[in-house]
């Protein structure tokens, strides 16, 4: 199976502040790669998919690079509605594998 | 507008069965593949299973966690999607959610889901 780790776990950041958070893949998953965010209480959301391809209606505030084994989830401008839990997927091999996810806190 | 509705989820005891529904609106329902996730209670996200669609042989994929106690199936003609649960164990307790989903080919020939939508999802407890 395709590990998957996300880091940081969690991290406290500001309405105005860059965040990136990165996600490495164990062996190379070309650029099968999801973003998704997930709120308490909700189910996650997709954002990005290919690596770097924004789902329709995601703001342009969020993105994502990298390919191979290693990946980085950047917020430029962190907004209210984006405090919330984050989640790497790979989808090159089954079983489909997530990250553990990072938590975006209020600092 | 894709919509997913879970239902069936409830408590149950270890040992016996459950069976969730997911039904699709929005979208031609037979045309997508259809996927099972789950979320233990603070926990991160765990892939259950996908369905692929009749354009692709129907066939189904398993985490190795439920093969054989779970079955993924599908009514096209209702729009409808099941996982039957069988021999709960008490680490199946998760919110379990379905989506649906564009096809793609990977380069390594896997035909997978891409690009999904979720439902909202429906609680299973599993304890005595």
């Known amino acids: 199976d395709i590990q998957m780790t996300q880091s940081p776990s969690s991290l406290s950041a500001s309405v105005g502040d860059r965040v990136t958070i990165s996600c490495q893949a164990s062996?190379?998953?070309?650029?099968?790669l999801n973003w998704y965010q997930q709120k308490p209480g909700k189910a996650p959301k997709l954002l990005i998919y290919?690596?770097?391809n924004l789902e329709t209606g995601v703001p342009s505030r969020l993105s994502g690079s990298g390919s191979g084994t290693d990946f980085t989830f950047t917020i430029t401008s962190l907004q209210p509605e984006d405090f919330a839990t984050y989640y790497c997927?790979?989808?090159?091999?089954?079983?489909?594998?997530f990250g553990g996810g990072t938590k975006v806190e209020t600092k | 507008e894709v919509q997913l509705v879970e239902s069936g989820g409830g408590l149950v005891q270890p040992g016996r069965s459950l069976r969730l529904s997911c039904i699709g609106s929005?979208?031609?329902?037979?045309?997508?593949?259809m996927s099972w996730f789950r979320q233990a209670p603070g926990k991160g996200l765990e892939w259950v299973g996908f369905?692929?669609?009749?354009?692709?042989?129907?066939?189904?994929e398993y985490a190795a966690s439920v093969k054989g106690r779970f079955t993924i199936s599908r009514d096209d003609s209702k729009s409808i999607a099941y996982l039957q649960m069988n021999s709960l164990k008490t680490e199946d307790t998760a919110v379990y959610y379905c989506?649906?989903?564009?096809?793609?080919?990977?380069?390594?020939?896997?035909?997978?889901?891409?690009?999904?939508?979720w439902g909202q999802g429906t609680l299973v407890t599993v304890s005595s």
């Open positions: 989506s649906s989903a564009l096809v793609l080919i990977t380069l390594g020939g896997l035909i997978a889901p891409y690009r999904d939508s």
């Open positions: 929005g979208f031609t329902f037979g045309d997508h593949p």
């Open positions: 369905i692929r669609s009749k354009t692709y042989g129907g066939t189904t």
């Open positions: 062996e190379d998953i070309n650029s099968y």
């Open positions: 290919d690596a770097s």
């Open positions: 997927q790979q989808y090159v091999n089954l079983p489909l594998t």
